[in-house]
T-cell receptor, first 113, second 110 residues
């Protein structure tokens, strides 16, 4: 049963702490996305990768966010330092380049207090 | 922002009625997709329509696309309580950049 796996599912942290979210894309998919969902902004595209190379991270606050793909089975999104306004659900999705469908993980619900 | 907009933001109907959601976008696209999100869950792909297509059907779903107006609509016929969810359109730019709309929250009452 191929699916995108995100960890952790929930994270509560204090302001100023580093947060790392992990995503295991579906094996064989060559495109990985990170989205952030909030009530106010909806689903925002933060960054995406093709064949592990970052293609576009213009949606990401550069001073505190970073996204990487250390290998084809792992994508990470880090926030350092975290702020209360970063509280949101972060989704990872994967697919094929020029694909017809993106497969989403269950998300990481982040709360920064 | 390239983000599309959907209307209505929220829609409440009775079981058996049809539900129509509209999506507008801003620039040329490769295809347009519709996704569903149940509360607290990830998004699930429903249907795709390519930029050279005008209408597509899948079960109780019907999607239309008007590229001249940069708009699409999703029709769910004979709705069921289980259709209660949020629905998002997503537009594919440059073969791999997928941008989501603001979503429509659909409530179907038994």
């Amino acid at each position: 049963d191929a699916r995108v796996t995100q960890t952790p599912r929930h994270k509560v942290t204090e302001m100023g702490q580093e947060v790392t979210m992990r995503c295991q894309p579906i094996l064989g998919h060559n495109t990985v996305f990170w989205y952030r969902q909030t009530m106010m902004q909806g689903l925002e595209l933060l960054a995406y990768f093709r064949n592990r190379a970052p293609l576009d991270d213009s949606g990401m606050p550069k001073d505190r966010f970073s996204a990487e793909m250390p290998d084809a089975t792992l994508a990470t999104l880090k926030i350092q330092p975290s702020e209360p306004r970063d509280s949101a659900v972060y989704f990872c999705a994967s697919g094929f380049q020029g694909y017809t469908e993106a497969f989403f993980g269950q998300g990481t619900r982040l709360t920064v207090v | 922002s390239q983000q599309g907009e959907e209307d209505p933001q929220a829609l409440s109907i009775q079981e058996g009625e049809n539900a129509t959601m509209n999506c507008s976008y801003k620039t040329s696209i490769n295809n347009l997709q519709w996704y569903r999100q149940n509360s607290g869950r990830g998004l699930v792909h429903l249907i795709l329509i390519r930029s050279n297509e005008r209408e597509k059907h899948s079960g109780r779903l019907r999607v239309t696309l008007d590229t001249s107006k940069k708009s699409s609509s999703l029709l769910i016929t004979a709705s069921r309580a289980a259709d209660t969810a949020s629905y998002f359109c997503a537009t594919l730019y440059n073969t791999d950049k997928l941008i989501f709309g603001t979503g429509t929250r659909l409530q179907v009452f038994p």
